[in-house]
């Protein structure tokens, strides 16, 4: 074996683990978003991979209304969504939404824009 291949050898083998290590840090990253509401005790739709609830969404054969409809009826009046990886607090509860809105909007500024 020369110098040379054993130095191609050398940086597949540092590319291979690069790849490994981003694989990993990518599945923790993603095991950790998909279950964010879960750790925090807020119920939701299951989510799938990269897109999150967001399929769900984009659907065209149904309104995005009715879709948060179905969903409060089934989870409740606060439930948890991610659209792709934004984490979104769902609420109907008008009592939260003025704490919320009116109450801590000092704490609370970052607004989702609508569509």
Do not use: C
């Not at 990993?24 to 095991?31: A, E, I, R, S």
């Amino acid at each position: 074996m020369n110098y040379k291949s054993g130095k191609k050898q050398n940086n597949f083998k540092n590319v291979f683990i690069l790849i490994i290590l981003f694989a990993f840090l990518y599945l923790y990253h993603y095991f950790k978003l998909k279950n964010y509401w879960k750790f925090r005790g807020i119920p939701g739709p299951p989510t799938t991979f990269i897109l999150g609830n967001l399929h769900e969404h984009l659907n065209t054969k149904r309104v995005n209304v009715l879709q948060l409809q179905e969903w409060t009826k089934k989870y409740g009046k606060i439930y948890g969504i991610l659209e792709g990886e934004r984490k979104m607090l769902v609420s109907t509860d008008l009592d939260f939404l003025q704490e919320i809105f009116v109450k801590k909007s000092h704490i609370f500024h970052g607004r989702r824009v609508s569509f």
